[in-house]
């Protein structure tokens, strides 16, 4: 079954939203890793960098326990961006293109103001959160953010369990509104020429009109990605490609 909507100001666009089964999401990462198998080196390459990146970003951040967690915060608000290149890679699967990483960079010419705005949104989200950060650790969490000195050399771990537990929470709550701004909005971005407004509410209506299906999803998100930070992010190499090929069935069963 599914449900008609209409999204964004352009009357051009029109979004069907499919209802899916619970369980779909497994599929999607089944039909990722057959992407997987068949794509071979240039999702490697896109692991390979976007595994760099965060390890970049852990170690700007290991001086101070909030500065970690912000910086886990950050890298995934900038992963939905960060697929870009493994949807298109797995679009040219589906319709048989040519693989290779240049052929994906094509993605990102294909409609560049509605990647960038989209972008743009994630990265003020992500200022809104540093901003709140400081916010509640100094009030509700009764704990200072990390000075320069801090920030640049290391120093004593101020965070206690309950303040890192409620940050954590705090971050837990920020993951959820960009997963649901963010579950379809790439792939739509670039297969259908949305705009970012279109994307972000077609994504929001994707969500909740499968949520079941969505906590499932996310869950398995989480568990693979606490899984490649486990190694060290070694196994993002692996992990971002199949979520990235993933991310393009989802898009596929859940928008007509």
């Given at each position: 079954m599914t449900t008609s909507i209409s999204v964004g100001h352009s009357p051009d666009l029109h979004v069907d939203v499919r209802h899916v089964p619970m369980?779909?999401?497994?599929?999607?990462l089944g039909r990722g890793w057959d992407d997987f198998k068949a794509i071979g080196a240039a999702g490697l390459g896109y692991g390979a960098l976007i595994s760099i990146l965060g390890g970049v970003l852990l170690m700007l951040g290991s001086t101070h326990l909030y500065l970690v967690a912000?910086?886990?915060?950050?890298?995934?608000?900038?992963g939905p961006v960060m697929t870009t290149g493994l949807c298109?890679?797995?679009r040219r699967h589906s319709a048989r293109e040519p693989l290779g990483f240049d052929e994906s960079l094509q993605a990102l010419t294909r409609n560049p103001d509605g990647l960038l705005h989209f972008g743009g949104v994630l990265a003020l989200i992500a200022l809104l959160w540093f901003a709140l950060s400081a916010v509640l650790l100094q009030s509700a969490f009764s704990a200072e953010s990390p000075s320069l000195a801090v920030v640049l050399w290391g120093g004593a771990q101020t965070l206690g369990t309950r303040q890192l537990l409620g940050y954590l929470g705090c971050g837990a709550v920020l993951?959820?509104?960009v997963f649901a701004v963010s579950v379809v909005a790439v792939p739509l971005i670039?297969?259908?020429?949305?705009t970012a407004s279109q994307a972000i509410r077609a994504s929001i209506r994707a969500t909740f009109a499968n949520l079941p299906a969505m906590i499932v999803w996310a869950a398995l998100i989480v568990g693979l990605t606490a899984l490649a930070f486990a190694t060290f992010l070694v196994g993002m190499v692996v992990i971002a490609p199949l979520l990235g090929y993933a991310t393009w069935h989802a898009y596929r069963d859940l928008i007509a």
């Amino acid at each position: 079954m599914t449900t008609s909507i209409s999204v964004g100001h352009s009357p051009d666009l029109h979004v069907d939203v499919r209802h899916v089964p619970m369980g779909r999401p497994v599929e999607w990462l089944g039909r990722g890793w057959d992407d997987f198998k068949a794509i071979g080196a240039a999702g490697l390459g896109y692991g390979a960098l976007i595994s760099i990146l965060g390890g970049v970003l852990l170690m700007l951040g290991s001086t101070h326990l909030y500065l970690v967690a912000a910086a886990v915060t950050g890298y995934l608000l900038v992963g939905p961006v960060m697929t870009t290149g493994l949807c298109e890679l797995a679009r040219r699967h589906s319709a048989r293109e040519p693989l290779g990483f240049d052929e994906s960079l094509q993605a990102l010419t294909r409609n560049p103001d509605g990647l960038l705005h989209f972008g743009g949104v994630l990265a003020l989200i992500a200022l809104l959160w540093f901003a709140l950060s400081a916010v509640l650790l100094q009030s509700a969490f009764s704990a200072e953010s990390p000075s320069l000195a801090v920030v640049l050399w290391g120093g004593a771990q101020t965070l206690g369990t309950r303040q890192l537990l409620g940050y954590l929470g705090c971050g837990a709550v920020l993951a959820g509104v960009v997963f649901a701004v963010s579950v379809v909005a790439v792939p739509l971005i670039i297969d259908r020429h949305a705009t970012a407004s279109q994307a972000i509410r077609a994504s929001i209506r994707a969500t909740f009109a499968n949520l079941p299906a969505m906590i499932v999803w996310a869950a398995l998100i989480v568990g693979l990605t606490a899984l490649a930070f486990a190694t060290f992010l070694v196994g993002m190499v692996v992990i971002a490609p199949l979520l990235g090929y993933a991310t393009w069935h989802a898009y596929r069963d859940l928008i007509a």
